[in-house]
C-alpha cells in the first residue's frame, strides 16, 4: 500500500510559469495588460474562436454572459442539476430563475429531451455543462434554441480541450465560459475564459470591466486617455497579467497534459473494465473526450458498500478522491426556494449516490496510477458481494 497520500488534483507548474510571473513582476504592469492580451490571442487561436475575453473566473465569464445577454427578472434559464452550485448561482445573481433538466444516463450530461420538455414563454437560454469534459449533445440543443429563439450559454469549465463532431467547444459564435481554478486542466490559479462571436465580447467586455467604455491598458498606454465613459454598472471581473503569464505556458503544453491524461484513462478503463462492480465513463464516437474527471460509477447490487465508505477505503489506503457533483437540487438554498425532491431528477440523484472521482492528471506517476488501480481492485475485491 501507497506509504503517501496521493492529493486528488494538484496543479502541474513549470519553470516556465514561474519564469513568465517573475517576468511580469519586473515588467511594471502586473494587472490587465499585453501577457493577458497575447494568452488571449493564444486561446482564440488554439480554439479556433472568433474572440476570447479574459476573465477572472468562469464563475465571472457565466455571469457577464448573461448579463451581457440581456437575461434577468422573469426570465428563465434551463440547465442541469449535474453541475458545479456556479453554473446555477449566476442565473440567481441575474434574478432569473433556473430551471433544471435532467441528464443522459451515460454521459451525465442535460438530456435535450428533458430540456424541450420544460421550454416555456419565459425560457431564454439554455445553459449546458460539459460534465466531466464530455461535451453535452449540442445539436439538439442548438436545433432547440434556434427553433425556440433562445440563447444557448455552455458551462464549458471541464473541456478544455474537447471536441464535438470535429470542433473545439468554445469555438462556436455562441458564449461559452472556461475555467482556470486550480484543479482544472488548465489553471491560472483562479481564472477564465469566454469565448464567442466579436460583437457579445464587446459588450461582455463593457459589462466585465465597471461598464466602462475603455480599459485601463488603454487609458494608461502612451496614446491613451484619461477619458472614458461609463455606460452600465459593470463588475470587476479582469484577468491580471500575473494569472495570463501562468496561462500562456499551460496552454503551450495543454497537447502535453492532454496526451498523459488520456493514457491514465486507458490504464483505469483496461483496470476495470472486467469489474462488474464498476461502470466506466463513457466517451461517445462523435466527441473528444477533455478528460478532467474520470468518474467512476458503482454497482450498488454487486457491492456490500456504498459509495461513501468506499471513498473511505481508499483514503485509508492513502489515495485522495472527490465526488462531482452533489446535485444543486440537493442544497438546502435551491431545494427550499424550489421545493425540490431528490427523485425529480432521478437520473442525476441515483447516479451521484453512486458515483466517485479518481485522481486524474498530468502529475501522475506511472507508480501513482498503479496504486490507484491496486487501491480500488483492493476494495472491490474485500467488499465483493
Ligand atoms: C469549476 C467550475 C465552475 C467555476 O469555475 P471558477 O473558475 O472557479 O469560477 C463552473 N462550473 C463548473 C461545472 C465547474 O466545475
Redo the contacts with the bound molecule.
Keep these: 500500500m501507497r506509504t503517501e497520500f496521493l492529493p486528488f488534483s494538484p496543479p502541474l507548474i513549470g519553470p516556465e510559469e514561474v519564469d513568465e510571473v517573475i517576468d511580469t513582476l519586473r515588467s511594471g504592469w502586473i494587472t490587465t495588460g499585453p501577457k493577458t492580451r497575447l494568452f488571449e490571442e493564444e486561446f482564440s487561436a488554439y480554439l479556433s474562436a472568433p474572440g476570447a475575453l479574459a476573465l477572472n ?4 465569464g ?1 455571469h457577464t454572459a448573461l448579463v451581457a445577454l440581456g437575461i434577468g427578472p422573469g426570465d428563465e434559464v434551463i440547465t442541469t442539476p449535474m ?2 452550485t ?2 446555477v448561482n449566476v442565473i440567481e445573481h441575474v434574478g432569473a430563475r433556473p430551471v433544471l433538466a435532467d441528464v443522459e444516463p451515460d454521459t451525465l450530461n442535460v438530456n435535450p429531451a428533458k430540456v424541450a420538455a420544460v421550454v416555456s414563454p419565459r425560457t431564454r437560454a439554455i445553459l449546458p ?1 460539459h460534465f466531466a469534459g464530455h461535451p453535452a449533445d449540442l445539436d439538439p440543443l442548438r436545433e432547440l434554441a434556434r427553433a425556440e429563439g433562445l440563447q444557448l450559454i455552455e ?1 464549458a ?2 473541456s478544455i480541450p474537447a471536441k464535438y463532431k470535429g470542433a473545439f467547444v468554445g469555438s462556436a459564435n455562441t458564449p461559452a465560459a472556461f ?3 486550480a484543479t ?1 486542466n488548465l489553471t491560472t490559479g ?3 475564459m469566454l469565448t464567442g462571436d466579436p460583437e457579445f465580447l464587446d459588450r461582455a467586455r463593457v459589462v466585465s470591466l465597471h461598464g466602462m467604455s475603455r480599459d485601463a491598458w488603454k487609458r494608461y498606454d502612451k496614446g491613451g486617455t484619461w477619458r472614458y465613459d461609463v455606460v452600465l454598472p459593470g463588475f470587476k471581473y479582469n484577468m491580471t497579467d500575473i494569472q495570463a503569464s501562468l496561462g500562456i505556458w499551460q496552454l503551450r503544453k495543454l497537447q502535453t497534459f492532454q496526451a498523459r491524461r488520456r493514457k491514465v484513462v486507458a490504464a483505469y478503463n483496461r483496470a476495470f473494465c472486467s469489474c462488474e462492480e464498476l461502470e466506466l465513463p463513457v466517451e461517445r464516437p462523435e466527441v473528444e473526450h477533455a478528460w478532467h474527471l474520470y468518474v467512476l460509477r458503482l454497482n450498488p447490487a454487486s457491492l456490500s458498500i456504498g459509495r461513501d465508505q468506499f471513498i473511505e477505503e481508499l483514503t485509508a489506503r492513502n489515495i485522495g478522491t472527490s465526488v462531482h457533483f452533489i446535485p444543486v437540487h440537493l442544497h438546502p438554498y435551491y431545494r427550499d426556494k424550489y421545493g425540490f425532491q431528490p427523485d425529480q431528477f432521478p437520473v442525476a440523484y441515483r447516479n451521484y449516490q453512486r458515483m466517485l472521482s479518481l485522481p486524474l492528471n498530468p502529475r501522475l506517476t506511472d507508480a501513482d496510477v498503479a496504486d490507484v488501480i491496486q487501491a480500488v481492485i483492493d476494495v472491490t475485491q474485500q467488499f465483493r458481494r
Design positions: 473566473s468562469c464563475t465571472a457565466l453541475t458545479f456556479a453554473s455543462v458551462d469549465a471541464h475555467s482556470f481554478y482544472k483562479e481564472g477564465g
